[in-house]
């Protein structure tokens, strides 16, 4: 039995939803929504006053008040807020500021038509700017809606419909074939494969089944499965990933800074050639020209628009990005640092060598390793446990684990020893020397004899030495690996990964140490899997994190989280980056010689008020096409993006 909403109850909270979720546009579309009553109601007075003055000629007066009125209507806000700008030394108010003394000009000069008509025709394509602005915001403003809003509790056998604000920590769901996940929660029963792609970039599905971990915005294909929600609806890894990318959205670049230290002395300079322009000419409509066009619409999106661009493009391929300091900081990086487990490698340990002592069967090593590991929890007993299934286990043991040495096995007189060569020697078992050799090995023993060593190894993950070749033809060629491994274990992975340095045995502190040590001198780029790498992520000039999806540690900490283990990601990132920049010094290039360029074509007479305010958006929308370049496809192939 399914209990649905009711539709009035239905509306009412969606209503809620959207007044609890507020879109990342949401102030600036009240603001063009203001804006546009305020344009219909002083075109309206406009309308009014022509057509009373063609019905009723002669009388000024009514005309006059009907155009006093709509210039108020229209102009008042515009005032205001360009009065707010002044004093706050705010930018994006820097248009409204020369519009209000381009508004009374016109008014003392006579022009009322041309007083409504100004704000009026801005207006209009201020509003075709938010919606170029909009589209680039898609791909962020859409992410929200991918989290489901439903979900199915069951509660003694019954499942009933609740919203996934209302789950608690422990609660069961059931998600059918075809619905979203609303929460972060583990598998109890069913097996089903997930889509995953508008998180990480994954284009194929994931198996899951129980025990495995499945989290919101992802999409359960077929199969229907029971869940435990680990987290409540705020809390999942889906809503803080929205957050930090509306945090990203609003932060400001250096560029940005830049341009409102710029802007203290544009203003007064366009005043200052206005009313040189008035003096010299007599023409006061000239000195309104150049106060329209010169509104700064295309300087206010110099940074913003490419960050938003890169935003999106990033987020396509499964990576977040946290902070904009990262189009600066990260053009910048000519070093990369990188963990090792997790990182460079899966973290996936695999069995590499069995050698057994002489005199010792292969069979009687493994069913040893066996007997033992399938009780610990220890990575490399799992490893063994897993790939060695085969042979038949002893049983009737008495299991004793000790932490970092090993497992021990008793029944009766027998005694059975699984790990370091410590705990064999603990025992009075003495390895032999050509079994201690550096890696990672474990080591067997039975009744005080021993049996031999079995050798794992960490596999390496699928296109890290690709990785490391493209960061090379980037101009990156200081690569470091860091790694609390033996030094031979870190040699190797240098030799079969094409890494420039190595540092082995190295603890969390250590690493936080050496980067430190390293920002003195170069641009640092830490890659970690921030599990136990939070200090050198937050240390580095930027942070990267590796497969970070649910990794709350990861995404809080680093700059930039890859939601997938894909390497091709960092060569892809610090392109974006570089890409970006350069965009961003053309946007201000774009952007200075369009206000100049209007500004004497107004000066000498050429544009006039009217079309001014038309005009004087072409650099704003030449940013715009411009910082869309960056959403073009882009590949690890092109180490610059293919930008000129």
């Known amino acids: 039995m399914v209990k649905s909403y009711p539709a009035v109850e239905r509306i009412a909270l969606d209503a809620a939803e959207d007044t609890l979720e507020p879109s990342l546009l949401r102030e600036d579309q009240k603001h063009i929504s203001s804006s546009i009553r305020g344009a219909m109601g002083a075109l309206t007075c406009v309308i009014a006053a022509q057509i009373y003055q063609r019905l009723i000629p002669g009388q000024d007066t009514p005309v006059s008040l009907a155009y006093l009125i709509g210039i108020l209507i229209i102009g008042i806000p515009i005032a205001v807020t360009g009065v707010k ?118 284009m194929l599905p994931v198996d899951v089944g129980p025990s495995d971990a499945v989290y919101a915005g992802t999409l359960n294909i077929h199969g229907a499965l029971t869940v435990s929600v680990e ?45 040189l322009v008035w003096f010299f000419t007599g023409q006061i409509e000239r000195a309104a020209a150049i106060l329209v066009v010169s509104c700064p619409c295309g300087h206010m999106l110099i940074s ?29 990086a000519d070093a990369v640092f990188f963990d090792k487990t997790g990182t460079i490698t899966s973290g996936d340990i695999t069995i590499q060598t069995a050698e057994a002592a002489e005199g010792v069967s292969d069979q009687e090593l493994y069913t040893t390793a066996f007997s033992l590991s399938q009780y610990s929890a220890h990575p490399l007993s799992k490893a063994i446990a897993s790939q060695i299934a085969g042979y038949p286990a002893e049983e009737g043991y008495s299991i004793e684990e000790r932490g970092g040495m090993g497992v021990i096995g008793t029944r009766g007189e027998d005694v059975l020893l699984l790990g370091s060569d410590a705990l064999l020697s603990d025992y009075g078992i003495t390895v032999p020397h050509s079994f201690r050799s550096g890696g990672m090995f474990t080591h067997a023993a039975r009744n005080g004899r021993y049996l031999g060593r079995i050798g794992f190894s960490d596999t390496i993950r699928e296109g890290a030495k690709e990785m490391i070749d493209e960061l090379k033809k980037m101009g990156i060629n200081d690569t470091c690996l860091l790694t609390g491994d033996k030094l031979d274990v870190a040699l190797r992975l240098q030799r079969e990964c094409g890494i420039g340095d ?68 960092i060569p892809f990132i610090i392109n974006l980056a570089r890409r970006a920049q350069r965009i961003i010094r053309q946007n201000m290039l774009i952007a200075f010689l369009s206000s100049i360029l209007m500004i004497l074509l107004s000066g000498i007479g050429v544009i006039t008020v009217l079309p001014g305010a038309l005009l004087h958006n072409v650099g704003a929308f030449a940013v715009l096409l411009n910082s869309g370049r960056i959403l073009q496809k882009q590949t690890s192939d092109s180490p610059e993006g293919g930008d000129a």
């Not at 670049?253 to 200052?272: G, K, N, Q, W």
């Not at 890659?527 to 992520?537: E, F």
Request: net charge neutral.
């Open 231 to 275: 987290k409540a609806w705020k809390d999942t890894s889906f809503q803080k990933i929205i957050r930090m990318l509306e945090e990203t959205g609003k932060s400001v670049t250096p560029e940005s800074r830049i341009m409102d230290r710029f802007m203290a002395y544009y203003i007064p300079l366009i005043l200052v050639i206005a009313a």
């Open 502 to 569: 190595v540092k082995a045995q190295v603890l969390p502190e250590q690493k936080q140490r050496i980067i430190n040590e390293a920002r003195e001198s170069r641009n640092v780029v830490f890659v970690g899997d921030g599990v136990n790498d939070a200090l050198a992520l937050s240390e580095a000039d930027i942070g990267i994190a590796m497969a970070a999806m649910g990794n709350d540690t990861a995404i809080q900490s680093a700059d930039i989280s890859l939601m997938n283990n894909h390497m091709s990601g």
């Open 85 to 202: 700008g002044l004093l706050q030394r705010e930018l994006c108010f820097a248009v409204e500021l020369l519009v209000t003394i381009a508004i009374i000009i016109s008014m003392l000069s006579g022009q009322y038509v041309v007083a409504i008509m100004v704000p009026l025709l801005l207006t209009l394509v201020h509003f075709l700017e938010e919606k170029s602005i909009v589209g680039g915001q898609d791909a962020i403003d859409g992410l929200r809606k991918m989290q489901s809003n439903v979900a199915l509790r069951i509660v003694d056998g019954v499942e009933t419909q609740v919203h996934a604000r209302d789950l608690k920590t422990g609660d069961v769901i059931l998600v059918k074939p075809g619905m979203g996940f609303p929460i972060d929660g583990k598998v109890l029963t069913g097996v089903s494969s997930v889509n995953a792609q508008s998180l990480t970039g994954e």
């Open 304 to 332: 913003s628009a490419p960050l938003i661009a890169s935003i999106a493009s990033a987020s396509k391929r499964g990576i977040l990005i946290r902070s904009a300091s990262f189009v600066e900081k990260l053009a910048r």
